[in-house]
């Protein structure tokens, strides 16, 4: 396995740029663009593979990969009162802890449910 296969890569198409844009969140910002999906992957992975061998050859460290990485199920959300006070309230029209309600909420709107 080569370095560049520890980070992850994303193609999707972007109505907002009107092409199909390619990331590797976590290991640089911006990313690769084009018409085919297939090239934008290619082109991806070319990029990806560039920053890696820069760093290397710079002496610089390299973000943590971001594949196969582990989520703990937890995280720390700042909604801001006004949202905090609102979420509250509909969890508790429907006898539900904040926190069911909050990920019942979050999978609703992700087409998780």
């Not at 989520?71 to 029209?93: C, D, I, P, Q, V």
């Amino acid at each position: 396995m080569n370095k560049s296969d520890q980070y992850l890569k994303l193609v999707y198409w972007s109505d907002d740029d009107d092409c199909y844009v390619g990331r590797s969140p976590g290991l640089f910002y911006g990313g690769v663009h084009g018409d085919d999906e297939t090239d934008v992957f290619r082109q991806l992975i070319v990029a990806i593979e560039d920053v890696v061998e820069t760093c290397e050859k710079e002496g610089k460290k390299l973000p943590s990969p971001t594949v196969n990485k582990a989520y703990s199920g937890k995280f720390n959300l700042r909604t801001g009162e006004e949202l905090h006070e609102r979420l509250a309230l509909e969890s508790m029209k429907v006898s539900e802890s904040l926190n069911t309600y909050v990920v019942k909420t979050l999978k609703k709107e992700l087409g998780m449910l």
